[in-house]
């Protein structure tokens, strides 16, 4: 799971996504991106990103030079199933989760395939968007495994 985060709200609802997963049994491995490096998408089949907007539809600080790079190396994604988590608020439009389709779009482009819709928060998070993020996350899973997404 790699965390793009300009406040912090990010990466709240990420660990709390992160501890749900472990429960069920997932491992996960949580990057934020300011520490990560794009090569690291070369060692898992499987990506959760979660991600703010900032400003005018602008990728979180966090998150630029981690971009930046992967823009550069461009690798090659095929082995890759993502589904993006994506902070927003709606007082913005039009840049409304800009930046979870920016990474969506990009991800797509180098050959990772899109294994579940986005989830969006809208000016939160509140806990029930807490709830709805964990909830959508095992869906994630169950898309990434193959398996029929849960009901609940």
Not at 118 to 139: H, K, L, M, N, V
């Amino acid at each position: 799971m790699l965390i793009g985060t300009q406040t912090g709200n990010t990466e709240t609802v990420a660990e709390s996504v992160a501890q749900h997963l472990a429960q069920e049994g997932h491992s996960i491995h949580f990057v934020d991106l300011a520490d990560a490096y794009p090569e690291i998408l070369l060692e898992y089949n499987h990506l959760i990103l979660a991600t703010s907007t900032w400003g005018d539809g602008e990728l979180p600080d966090n998150a630029l030079d981690f971009f930046e790079t992967f823009l550069t190396l461009a690798p090659e994604l095929s082995h890759l199933q993502f589904a993006i988590l994506a902070l927003g608020d709606h007082t913005y439009d039009p840049y409304f989760c800009k930046a979870g389709e920016i990474f969506d779009t990009t991800l797509s482009r180098f050959g990772a395939q899109k294994a579940f819709s986005t989830y969006e928060i809208d000016a939160g998070p509140t806990r029930e968007d807490i709830r709805g993020a964990c909830y959508w996350s095992s869906q994630v899973c169950a898309s990434f495994s193959g398996e029929p997404a849960p009901f609940g």
